[in-house]
């Protein structure tokens, strides 16, 4: 019996997020039978390494408060001494008596301080320290080492991890939502010819990350964007100036000293760049119909709030029904929908075509989204809808902060209870958040019974790769390798294909960033002194610069394994070499590509990447290859950039 998600909202609830959960429980649990690891032993190395870690923080305390006992001693010690000499002197010149008798205790203790600390720094405390400091040398060295042989036994099991393990487990856990391996030639021709996706050349965006897949044969894609965009900067700089003044006074002439700080400021253009996650959904169901949306506020609100937020908007909403019928006005032609609670907080009041409207948005619909819209948890109202005809957009501020990527290195570590827990988590929050994202396409009726029809252009995409997942392969690579080396900013690449050799596309990178041209302007201010100062002001301007490379692409199904196996064996630097290619490469998701050097027709993935009669890698080059990839992940993690704007225009989600 199929899953019914006519009340999606609840299907979720009822049986789909836990039988992801199962699924992904038992998957882990084949990986570990597979990896033939010995779980209990790995549980016991680490917590022997925890036990270490804690007993080198233990005696690193007893350092430290060893050490200061002494400071504060010494420091006490010296303060007595220090006062109690003329605390001495001033009881004896004036004969106080009782001041004295102080002095004389106060400069007693300390020097007595003083005099102890000395002889037991050089005994005592050296030597109760030492022992302590080599124990801590001892415990460090011996966690190091348990460390690495809890990696040594993870290692089996780390090299399993792969790319689409979401996929796999979602599409195990219900018969109406697929997902892809990648963004193959088929989606991407079905998108294009049935829904009217088109590339989108211009220089400002760059595909780092697509997930494809369908529902109910209805094709989406999850897109992730590097986008540039400009912003205005601020550049100051100040001077100070001095001049006198004289007055006249009783006593004669007196000259006065002034100073100021004058500051100018000029503004001028600034690249900016951004991640943006959205989805887009194909569908020709109401194939005329425009409209947005955006986050209406109304999760979690009171009954009697709502009420009087309904109430609010309704009469604003009557309004512009009473102008558009008088500007009679066929293009903007707004009408009232009759239900006033889903027309609030569902808004859409820019459609273009009334009657889409109303037969996309029936009863059953506006009862999931009213609901959808007003449920707080998980993430309430973030997101925004924008339909284009047959292409539908959603995009979520939940969505900017989560890494669909499924990177296998995301899943390495020395200890199985903390791979398995962050395993469960990461699939937990990706189907929540891939779910959530669905929810308003899917929360439409409509859009489940329109089933696609079938693509009926044949061998009219020449790549073999779709140019989404060529930009994808291409931001894989540091994307400082494309950059022009006089480059300032961040790089945006595009892609073109200048042939294809088999099942391999040669692909023309450019690489899109700016120059910093340092640039001096003099602003004139009148300073307190009645004089015109000139104030050099220090900015820059950015000039385009563009530079191309080559990369060879294709498809290879294989596995991170395989892929792991021809690295440690040089089989694949050779093969690469012998392809034309520089040696740098990368691989994920069933995809192969290489940056190409000077003989680029010898271009052949399956040249470069040769899988059979690889040798496997031992539990110590997996240890070694893992680390490096955990290291690169971290100074990656450091050196990204910021992902959580999110735009909100009639345009948002488009490519």
Not at 118 to 146: A, C, F, G, M, W
Not at 381 to 397: G, H
Not at 558 to 571: D, G, I, V
Request: hydrophobic content about 35%; some cysteine.
């Amino acid at each position: 019996m199929a899953d019914d998600l006519t009340e999606p909202l609840k299907a979720y609830n009822d049986f789909l997020k836990d039988r992801v959960m199962e699924n992904t429980t038992a998957y882990f649990d084949q990986l570990t039978q597979k990896s033939g690891i010995d779980v209990q032993e790995n549980i016991e190395t680490v917590r022997k390494y925890k036990g270490k870690l804690n007993e080198i923080d233990y005696l690193k305390k007893k350092v430290s408060s060893t050490k200061t006992f002494w400071r504060v001693f010494i420091i006490l010690s010296g303060v007595l001494a220090f006062f109690g000499l003329p605390i001495l002197y001033y009881g004896y010149e004036m004969e106080e008596q009782i001041l004295f008798i102080v002095g004389i205790i106060a400069l007693s203790v300390g020097l007595i301080g003083l005099i102890t600390f000395i002889s037991i720094r050089l005994s005592y405390v050296r030597k109760k320290l030492k022992p302590l400091k080599e124990s801590i040398n001892d415990n460090t060295n011996q966690s190091k080492e348990l460390l690495d042989k809890a990696y040594l036994q993870m290692a089996p099991l780390n090299a399993l991890y792969d790319w689409n393990i979401p996929a796999m487990i979602i599409n195990k856990s219900n018969d109406l939502i697929k997902l892809d391996m990648n963004l193959n030639r088929k989606r991407f021709m079905q998108l294009y010819n049935n829904y009217g996706l088109r590339y989108d050349e211009e220089n400002d965006t760059s595909t780092v990350f697509v997930q494809s897949g369908e529902i109910y044969g209805n094709p989406f894609v999850i897109c992730k964007d590097f986008r540039q965009s400009w912003t205005q900067k601020q550049y100051s700089n100040s001077i100070t100036i001095h001049w006198t003044t004289t007055i006249s006074t009783k006593d004669g002439i007196r000259t006065i000293h002034h100073s100021q700080t004058l500051t100018a400021t000029v503004t001028k253009p600034y690249p900016v760049y951004n991640y943006v996650t959205y989805l887009m959904y194909g569908n020709d169901a109401a194939p005329n119909l425009i409209f947005s949306r955006g986050p209406s506020g109304a999760s979690g609100l009171t009954e009697k709030k709502l009420n009087k937020m309904v109430k609010k908007e309704s009469k604003m909403y009557d309004k512009k029904a009473e102008k558009a019928l008088m500007d009679n006005d066929s293009t903007t032609n707004y009408q009232r929908f009759g239900n006033d609670l889903f027309e609030s907080l569902f808004d859409g009041t820019n459609r273009n075509n009334e009657v889409e409207f109303r037969l996309l948005f029936t009863p059953l619909a506006q009862k999931n989204l009213i609901q959808l819209i007003k449920e707080p948890k998980p993430y309430g109202d973030d997101w925004y809808f924008n339909k284009d005809k047959m292409l539908n957009y959603v995009q979520s501020i939940h969505s900017q902060y989560f890494n669909y990527t499924a990177n296998p290195n995301m899943f390495i570590d020395y200890s199985y209870e903390t791979a398995k827990y962050r395993f469960i988590k990461y699939m937990e929050d990706y189907f929540q958040s891939f779910y959530y994202d669905l929810l308003p396409i899917i929360s439409i009726p409509i859009y489940q019974m329109n089933r696609s029809r079938e693509d009926i252009y044949k061998d009219v995409y020449k790549d073999n790769i779709t140019c989404y997942e060529q930009e994808v392969m291409a931001n894989s690579f540091e994307r400082r390798l494309f950059s022009h080396p006089d480059s300032a900013t961040d790089a945006i690449l595009k892609v073109h294909t200048e042939n294809n050799n088999g099942n391999t596309d040669v692909v023309k990178v450019t690489a899109y960033s700016y120059q910093a041209i340092p640039q001096v302007e003099y602003i004139n201010k009148v300073g307190g002194d009645g004089r015109v100062h000139t104030i050099p002001v220090h900015y820059y301007i950015y000039e385009p610069l563009e530079k191309e490379n080559y990369m060879a692409v294709g498809e290879k199904p294989s596995s991170r394994k395989e892929y792991l196996s021809a690295m440690y064996t040089n089989t694949l630097d050779e093969g690469i070499k012998s392809a034309g290619g520089t040696g740098i490469n990368s691989y994920q998701r069933g995809l192969f590509a290489y940056i190409l050097g000077e003989f680029m027709q010898d271009a052949s993935v399956d040249k470069a990447f040769k899988t059979n009669g690889n040798k496997a890698p031992t539990a110590q080059e997996i240890l070694k290859k893992e680390i490096e990839d955990i290291e690169e992940a971290i100074n990656k993690a450091k050196d990204g950039v910021d992902n959580s704007n999110i735009s909100n225009n009639n345009n948002t989600g488009s490519n």
